[in-house]
């Protein structure tokens, strides 16, 4: 199990920009999987992205590609959601996850390691 701490969200116009990171506890961040998934009010989670061991390989969901950007340092144990040209359909909480999962998933329950949660809200 590792833990993970989110932050970066907040309220921002349509069109503007985000940052959210989440920091992992433990020595072996290098060896999950990470991902970010989001939850908007009366909705299931929804897989937003995920990206590989080493950073080399990134998966987006059809809603946010082009938009937001994932990536990872593992010398400093974050991943980072980079999240651009925000929509008001972009509103969520934003919550990071660990996989031991071999290749790529999508599914939250390959996710083993969840954080607390960050709210984006975006207005119109």
């Known amino acids: 199990q590792v833990q993970l701490v989110e932050s970066g969200g907040g309220l921002v116009q349509a069109g503007g920009s985000l940052r959210l990171s989440c920091a992992a506890s433990?020595?072996?961040?290098?060896?999950?999987?990470m991902g970010w998934f989001r939850q908007a009010p009366g909705k299931e989670r929804e897989f937003v992205t995920s990206?590989?061991?080493?950073?080399?390989?990134?998966y987006y969901a059809d809603s946010v590609k082009g938009r937001f950007t994932i990536s990872r340092d593992n010398a400093k144990n974050t991943v980072y959601l980079q999240m651009n040209t925000l929509k008001a359909e972009d509103t969520a909480v934003y919550t990071c996850?660990?996989?031991?999962?071999?290749?790529?998933?999508?599914?939250?329950?390959?996710?083993?390691?969840w954080g607390q949660g960050t709210q984006v809200t975006v207005s119109s």
């Open positions: 996850a660990a996989s031991n999962v071999v290749g790529r998933t999508t599914e939250s329950a390959d996710f083993h390691s």
């Open positions: 433990g020595r072996t961040f290098s060896s999950y999987v």
């Open positions: 990206i590989s061991r080493s950073g080399g390989d990134t």
